[in-house]
């Protein structure tokens, strides 16, 4: 979950990432007059996903790399893309 740090951005959309000792902290602010809260969450969500993707296994290429959750993948490839049917 996201969680509200600052009250303004200097960008439209600003990802701070540091090292810590247990691990990675990141932020993540953005525009809310060109985001919403939904759009920014799934944006944090996909960098996650990257993220543990390329941990699991270093060797995978870039372009392998799971942006969309199996939800989305789904939505997209059979909500917006029916099977064909007979007329």
């Not at 525009?31 to 993707?53: M, Q, Y």
Request: charge should be negative; aromatic fraction near 8%.
């Amino acid at each position: 979950p996201l969680r509200s740090g600052r009250a303004t951005t200097h960008f439209d959309l600003d990802l701070s990432v540091s090292e810590q000792a247990d691990g990675l902290s990141a932020s993540l602010s953005y525009a809310t007059a060109l985001f919403d809260r939904g759009t920014v969450e799934r944006f944090a969500d996909a960098f996650v996903r990257v993220l543990d993707a390329m941990t699991r296994d270093g060797a995978v290429p870039v372009s392998r790399l799971p942006l969309l959750s199996d939800g989305d993948r789904d939505a997209i490839v059979d909500g917006f893309n029916p099977a064909p049917t007979a007329f």
